[in-house]
């Protein structure tokens, strides 16, 4: 079975330095610690705010953050809900990436790269 691709979103993971990944429901997600970042429409992005451990504040706080932003909320009940934002506002998706709590890939710089691969030849002979 081929994986489901997804323009929209996975151009937005690559501009964002995000890690995608393939959701039960076979759709391509960015997952995140308190949601995830789904593809809502042709050209929107939703951002579902779902914490494992139900957060009675979270959410709300949240949402009142977001509705200053200009998200349209999509889905809302106590401890979780669902906003949609647009990929080219970067305050919006800021707020997305928070409000999901997702974790960018690092970015390493030439230098790092350089004294990683130092590293890793001075040490191929040795054991572990």
């Known amino acids: 079975m081929k994986p489901p691709s997804d323009p929209v979103v996975q151009r937005f993971a690559q501009t964002n330095r995000l890690k995608t990944k393939i959701d039960a429901d076979g759709t391509l997600i960015i997952l995140g610690k308190l949601g995830h970042i789904y593809r809502y429409d042709h050209h929107r992005l939703g951002v579902a705010v779902v914490p494992r451990i139900p957060r009675m504040k979270y959410w709300g706080l949240t949402r009142r953050e977001l509705l200053v932003l200009g998200f349209l ?56």
């Open 73 to 128: 909320v999509v889905q809302d009940a106590d401890c979780e809900g669902a906003a949609v934002l647009g990929p080219a506002n970067a305050e919006q998706v800021r707020a997305a990436i928070k409000a999901a709590g997702i974790i960018r890939k690092r970015q390493l710089s030439p230098a790092q790269v350089n004294r990683q691969l130092e590293w890793l030849r001075a040490s191929a002979g040795r054991g572990l």
